[in-house]
């Protein structure tokens, strides 16, 4: 054996959220089997065994070490029979039989395929996996009726599967910004999402925007999308108005874990051309705020037409469909979007869990609720929110769970 293998590491904390997890970790392999029955789980809608997997895979990307041999695991939270089932096998076998499976399996491979198409949830892609749809041409080809964002899917399936590189969240976070700053000036953009976090890929790009004097961005989300689209930016969009203040049931409780901010599932239509002028841009330190250099207006139509030619000609792209979230939230809730919105998810799970089971407070993307003390706690930022649950502060690289 190699010196240090055996080393116990030290027991971590449970909650995800009571500890840094980096982007970059050394237990890839064993990740990468966790994440797939993780997957799984979730692509046939058993949430608790995806949480299950997903929590395991996370103390491990916490770890300051490789894992050689499943012992020196021992007394660390988090893992199951099941998980420890898996990374035993890996360890000693080099795969774990389940995975393997699972990653050949007609369904799970039909799966991945169907809710890969923006608007397709594991519901839908489910039933049609029944009926003997497996790909995004047999879906096609069988006539189904979808609906405006599952036939926007379809049709840029290739581009929303590609991953988007941070110069591509740049450069449509100037579109943004100069959008933004048309339409409302003084109001601020904020990049949020995976990108937040230090990603250096993601499969969207994810915006919170916010003006400083409370009130301003009311109906701010309608405007910036009548600008993009009139500026030939967007292939689609749906936007989501605020229903927080007509809620009934109290702020802190939103339905499920969906928040009202208004927002909106866009995507973006950017030019290949346009953002490597604009990365030029931004090293040359100057700004695009005041350039007139804006892609000439094309409407959806000749996207559409153009969308179709070049896929029978790959190869001479100029442009991209980029999926793009857009949320805009009161200046008052600014740190509680900006910490419910950068993710990863599995951390946002974990800081409403800790604060329900061990501050008796919910928390929400709007909101902390103190239920002991009966009263909402106000924050100015995510420093003060992790103090105010009793938590060290994380910063956003170390929240990649
Ligand atoms: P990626 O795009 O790089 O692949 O990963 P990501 O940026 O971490 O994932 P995401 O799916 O874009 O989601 C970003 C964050 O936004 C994530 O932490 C969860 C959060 N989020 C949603 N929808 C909602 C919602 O309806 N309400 C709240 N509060 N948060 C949401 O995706
Ligand atoms: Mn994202
Ligand atoms: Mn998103």
Redesign the pocket.
Known sequence: DEPGTELAVVSLPSYACQRHTPLLHHNTVLIDALSILAENAELSENEGRGVAFRRAGALLKSLPQEIRRVEQLRGQPCLGDHSLRVIKEVLEDGVCCEVETTKESRQFKAMKALTGIFGVGAKTADRWFREGIHTPSDLQRSGHNLNRAQRAGVQYYDDLNQP?RKAEADAIGLIVEKAVSEVLPGAKITL????R?G?E??????FLITHPEEGREEGLMAKVVSWLEAQGFLLYHKTTRNSYLESKDGPARPPS???R?E?CFSIFRLSTENERRITQTISAQSTLLHSRTEPSPQTNDQAREESSMLSQCSGSRSWMAVRV?MVVSPYSQFAF?LL??????L??RELRRWAVHERAMTL??HTLYDSTKRQYLRANSEEEIFALLGLEYIPPCGRNA
């Open positions: 988007v949020i999402g995976g990108f976090r990603k890929t993601g499969h969207d790009v994810d874990n969906m928040d901010f927002r979230d979007a419910g919105w950068t993710g990863s998810k951390f946002e929400s993307s």
